[in-house]
């Protein structure tokens, strides 16, 4: 992933960073996120912190859309 040092993208699996991806691309898609830029920074960093949280996928996408939401407010 962009932006991000190689040490951390290498500790994530294959299925891990498979879902990071998922979710970045989906917000970028849903709220009109350009890839360059600040938005498209602010998407990966939120992704990346929240990532970190036990959650499954669904809450994991309801806190994506959450954010992306009082973004644009």
Not at 30 to 52: H, I, T
Request: proline residues 1%; glycine residues 4%; charged residues 25%.
């Amino acid at each position: 992933m962009r932006g991000y040092h190689d040490d951390i993208v290498a500790a994530l699996s294959k299925a891990e960073l498979s879902a990071l991806r998922c979710v970045y691309e989906w917000v970028c898609v849903e709220f009109e996120v350009s890839r360059n830029g600040k938005g498209a920074q602010d998407v990966a960093n939120f992704v990346m912190a929240e990532f970190r949280r036990p959650s499954d996928e669904s809450t994991f996408l309801a806190a994506a859309r959450a954010f992306s939401l009082n973004r644009q407010n």
